[in-house]
């Protein structure tokens, strides 16, 4: 027997067996768009009078949160990092190009903010990894080094009132997970839906897709017809993240409703001060380089990534290109 719709009767596009909830196709993105206007809410993140920047990678989280927001009626434009990543599948020119048609084609009158590693500081992210790792390691130390000082930067720079990721429950609960296998409390203090701009120099950062389940923003993103880059970063395969989503799968399989109990349980518990954690309060210092605020004094870990290159370039703000 075909499950229904719980508001019209419909055959139902999607069964979320956590909220023992089934929607058809129409209702699922009413119902969609509703619950992130809620978490937005819920947790104060912004309001309409605010700016947001969204970043955008050519996938289903960033793109459907884009569009979500610009629906609601939010300022929101996007900022999209090239990369220069290929792994045989082009998959910076890919993601780029999603996002540039998202722009074109869907909503013609957003911002698309652009920066290219390449472009700005002289190498891609498999360039510089090659050059300051030396295969020690995967490029995602660097990568996730770049990506966060630059979406800070843009965003804290052109003054928005947040920064937003697509960030969904599956990625935070994986995340939440390996920093409590890994008693890692200075991270398990400042994990949540807001990091709020406590420092100057530091924009305020939001996820309001953090109580979806990955396969809610891809079932919006199929159903609205968002054309996304189905590929992960080349880079992505075996890193530990995957392998904590494939166990807690497990468990959600078993119990649904595990995850979303195990992330809003411990937002909860420390937000009523049941558990605590020490926070790195460190002294911050401007780089002498960039200016962007750095525990140490000297140069940033950003700035030190580039100061070995030949010739060296001044590491300068962004130059942004704008599309849209
Ligand atoms: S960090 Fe690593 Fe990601 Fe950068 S190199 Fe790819 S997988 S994109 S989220
Ligand atoms: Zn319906
Ligand atoms: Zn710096």
Redesign the pocket.
């Known amino acids: 027997m075909a499950i229904r719709c719980r508001k019209c009767g419909r055959e139902a596009a999607i069964m979320m067996r956590q909220h023992r909830l089934a929607l058809c196709e129409e209702h699922y993105l009413d119902w969609f768009v509703e619950q992130t206007e809620r978490t937005i809410r819920m947790f104060r993140m912004f309001d309409r009078s605010e700016r947001v920047l969204v970043a955008v990678s050519g996938g289903k989280d960033s793109l459907s949160l884009w569009d979500v927001l610009l629906r609601l009626g939010y300022q929101a434009d996007g900022l999209y990092i090239g ?1 220069g ?1 290929d792994g045989g599948i082009r998959y910076s020119d890919q993601s780029y190009e999603k996002c540039r048609r998202f722009v074109t084609e869907r909503w013609p009158g957003a911002r698309l903010i652009v920066v290219d590693v390449k472009e700005v500081y002289g190498e891609t ?1 498999p360039e510089v990894a090659a050059r300051t790792l030396r295969g020690r390691d ?3 130390a660097v ?2 080094l770049i ?1 966060r000082y630059i979406m800070n930067r843009v965003a804290y720079d052109g003054g928005y009132a947040a920064l937003a990721t697509g960030h969904n429950l599956d990625d935070e609960v994986a995340v939440l997970f390996g920093n409590v296998m890994n008693w890692q409390v200075g991270y398990l203090a400042r994990q949540g839906p807001v990091l709020p701009a406590s420092r100057p120099g530091f924009a305020r950062k939001v996820k309001p897709f953090c109580r979806f389940y990955e396969r809610e923003t891809a079932a919006y993103a199929l159903l609205r017809g968002i054309d996304y880059i189905y590929d992960e ?1 080349p ?2 395969e075996g ?1 530990t993240s995957i392998a904590y989503k494939e166990w807690l799968a497990k468990l959600e399989e078993e119990r649904p409703g595990t995850k979303l109990r195990f992330y809003l349980g411990f937002l909860k518990a420390r937000e009523e001060g049941q558990i605590r954690f020490a926070t790195d309060e460190a002294e911050l210092h401007a780089c002498e380089k960039c200016g962007q605020p750095t525990s140490a004094p000297g140069i940033c870990a950003f700035c030190r990534l580039w100061e070995k290159r030949r010739p060296a370039r001044a590491v300068a703000a962004p130059v942004l290109s704008t599309e849209g």
Do not use: D, N, T
Request: glycine fraction near 8%; include cysteine; hydrophobic fraction near 30%.
């Open positions: 990369l990543i992210i995967k490029p995602c990568c996730g990506k970063c880079y992505a890193s």
